[in-house]
């Protein structure tokens, strides 16, 4: 059975599976959904179509589902989806869809958004990223498996952060940010290869090498982006991620940010 203060607001629409907290003066109101074990505190707000999955944890002031900070939002239902596990600390905000993107703002399982981190409308969250204090999305933005994005760093609206990729603290994300790489800077530029990061999450010293050999040629051998690419998937294109790598520079619409050394 749900516990609920009784001086927190749910509305008549809200559904609260087994084992839900919601703390003192939290206000819930609209087509929401909270799964079982999630933990909600005190004075958040949680409004509109907001689905959030188990066991998660959802401290003091986080402000979820509230209308998108667009100029041309025009009401219409969009939502946020939140996976199991996830972790949002104290006065994050999370802001629902629009009809100019995918009309819900997504972020996927095992997340975590530390204090005053802000992911605007539109934006995907993938499975076990990191978003430091202060960190902000820009509308359609996304940040990919295990990334992790340091405190006061921001996101260009429709760029993307790749997976298991580190961007370092007070950064601004304007251009693409590949796969398993580090960034850095006030336009942010790449410094190598995300090794300590993706050693932490087990990738092999084979694995690593051949990343490292990838990120010279692509960003420090002077060769064109195709022709890069190509060299590169002559000689690994075994590795699963080389692939992803060459995917994700194949597929950016922005740009891909350039090595620092070479910037």
């Given amino acids: 059975m749900a516990r609920v203060h009784p001086t927190a607001l749910v509305g008549p629409e809200v559904e609260l599976d087994e084992d839900v907290e919601i703390g003192p003066y939290t206000v819930i109101e609209g087509r929401v959904r909270i799964g079982a074990g999630t933990r909600v505190g005190a004075r ?11 066991n998660c944890k959802i401290y003091d002031g986080a402000v979820i589902g ?6 041309k939002y025009a009401g219409e239902e969009s939502e946020v989806l939140i996976g199991d596990r996830v972790v949002i600390r104290e006065y994050a905000t999370v802001h629902r869809g629009t009809a100019l993107g995918k009309m819900k703002t997504v972020i996927e399982e095992d997340v975590m958004l530390m204090a005053y981190a802000h992911v605007a409308h539109d ?5 076990g990223a990191i978003l430091a204090n202060c960190a902000t999305l820009g509308g359609h933005s ?5 990334a992790f994005l340091g405190g006061l760093s921001a996101v260009h609206q429709w760029a993307r952060v790749g997976a298991y990729s580190m961007v370092g603290g007070l950064s601004g994300v304007s251009l693409d940010i590949p796969p398993y790489t580090r960034a850095a800077g ?12 993706l050693e932490r999450r087990g990738f092999s010293k084979e694995v690593l090498n051949v990343l490292k050999k990838a990120y010279r040629l692509l960003f420090r051998s002077g060769l064109l982006k195709e022709e890069a690419i190509k060299v590169l998937l002559e000689e690994y294109g075994c590795y699963r991620e080389v692939v992803t790598l060459t995917e994700f520079i194949r597929s950016s619409k922005r740009g891909v940010s350039r090595d620092a050394g070479r910037a």
């Fill in 186 to 197: 006030h336009h942010a530029h790449l410094y190598g290869i995300n090794t300590v990061g």
């Fill in 44 to 54: 958040v707000s949680i409004r509109g179509r907001v689905s959030i999955g188990q």
């Fill in 142 to 146: 996304e940040v990919g498996e295990y």
């Fill in 66 to 71: 509230e209308e998108p900070q667009h100029l």
């Fill in 123 to 127: 934006c995907v969250v993938k499975k």
